[in-house]
């Protein structure tokens, strides 16, 4: 049987005989991760027959066949390496700012075609130019169409990744299809409402979390913030100190996520967030900060963006909700033998969509 997606395991399927529980990978899994579901997949081993009269959705079968012959015209969307976001599937844009990007139209018939060139059913807020063109091209040419793609300068579909798509007709050579997948770099997205976490002016706030046999010190900084300094030995290098909301900066579930600055003065390592709820269970979320920059950085984590943590409490109803937050954990997984000293200013609630 194959588990995903958020909730709890059904009453019906925690009866069967469930022999073993593998990941993804294969790899024995603790049961208790039953409890609190999310999108990385699951497989229960059970008993042959076991799972016959479970309430089970019925598997997954591929699409039939199309009865249109194969287009003689490809379309392809051209762009740089570095815009590579593999964790999201998708090409890396700032919100808001334009971005030119090369379309490829080829035609590989054995005849001259002409055709039109469109996007189809454009995401709100978003604008292309130009939106449609005509292209004519000999056997095995390529004719290429700049176009200026103009995101919106918020929402929470641009952080999750958005599919833009486009379709070129070409008559008798066929009809084209291409689609790209576009994420937005957390730290340009201008939130629609912002609400500062006042707890975290405070020092007394603050607990320093951090593995046994190493050190750390916090103390307020002007204007706004807080500062952090550690020092690790042979252990595994993490420190996660936390700041303890007060009742008034819980956040309401209209808020999407949590806009700080942070400034690293000396130390390197993984940068990442940590939202633990009332009943225990936590979530964690990169920060995608350098830690090498030594400059303040803008830094957005979206609640969307946050997994549930291996060593975290079961979560009975399976998702972060913003309202259950009440410690919220700035911290890094660092190098052994190290120092690490960084700065925390501005600390917000953010909401994304209007």
Same mark, same amino acid.
């Given at each position: 049987?194959?588990?995903?997606? @958020?909730?709890?395991? @059904? @009453? ?24 609190? =579901?999310?999108?990385? &997949?699951? #497989? ?34 051209? #762009? ?12 890396? $844009?700032?919100?808001?700012? &334009?971005?030119?990007?090369? *379309? ?34 000999? +056997? ?21 990744? *958005? @599919? ?26 201008? &939130?629609?409402?912002?609400?500062? *976490? ?33 020092? #690790? ?16 900066? *819980?956040?309401?579930?209209?808020? !999407?996520?949590?806009? #700080?600055? /942070?400034?690293? !003065? ?33 830094? =957005? ?20 909700? +913003?309202?259950? $937050? ?5 911290? /890094? ?11 925390? !200013? ?9």
């Amino acid at each position: 049987v194959l588990l995903w997606g @958020p909730g709890n395991l @059904p @009453p019906a399927l925690g009866d069967l005989p469930i022999l073993a529980v593998h990941d993804c990978l294969g790899r024995d899994t603790d049961r208790g991760r039953l409890a609190a =579901l999310n999108d990385e &997949p699951l #497989f229960l081993i059970l008993p042959e027959g076991a799972a016959a009269n479970a309430p089970l959705e019925p598997a997954l079968t591929g699409s039939p066949p199309r009865p249109d012959r194969p287009a003689e015209v490809v379309l392809q969307a051209e #762009f740089p390496l570095a815009t590579r976001n593999l964790s999201r599937q998708a090409h890396q $844009i700032v919100a808001g700012q &334009p971005v030119t990007v090369p *379309i490829y139209t080829y035609n590989f018939g054995p005849r001259n075609c002409t055709g039109e060139v469109a996007f189809a059913n454009l995401p709100a807020g978003w604008k292309v130019t130009p939106a449609t063109w005509s292209a004519t091209l000999a +056997p095995m040419e390529r004719h290429r169409q700049d176009v200026i793609l103009s995101p919106p300068t918020s929402g929470r579909d641009i952080l999750r990744g *958005i @599919p833009l798509t486009c379709r070129g007709d070409f008559g008798p050579a066929g009809t084209a299809h291409l689609q790209f997948r576009l994420v937005a770099d957390p730290t340009g997205i201008v &939130p629609t409402e912002q609400r500062p *976490i006042r707890s975290a002016l405070r020092a007394d706030a603050w607990t320093d979390n951090i593995v046994e046999g190493a050190t750390l010190t916090h103390q307020r900084e002007e204007p706004r913030g807080m500062r952090f300094t550690m020092t #690790f030995g042979d252990a595994d290098p993490w420190s996660y100190p936390y700041v303890t909301l007060d009742p008034e900066d *819980i956040p309401s579930g209209r808020m !999407h996520g949590l806009a #700080f600055t /942070i400034q690293v !003065h000396e130390g390197s390592g993984v940068l990442r967030v940590q939202f633990a709820e009332e009943a225990g269970a936590g979530y964690i979320v990169d920060m995608h900060a350098d830690a090498a920059l030594r400059t303040p950085q803008k830094v =957005l984590v979206a609640f969307d963006n946050a997994n549930w943590g291996a060593w975290s409490k079961p979560d009975p109803d399976g998702q972060l909700r +913003p309202e259950d $937050i009440r410690r919220v954990l700035v911290g /890094i997984n660092s190098h052994r033998g190290t120092t690490v000293s960084y700065s925390v !200013h501005d600390l917000a609630w953010v909401r994304l969509d209007p």
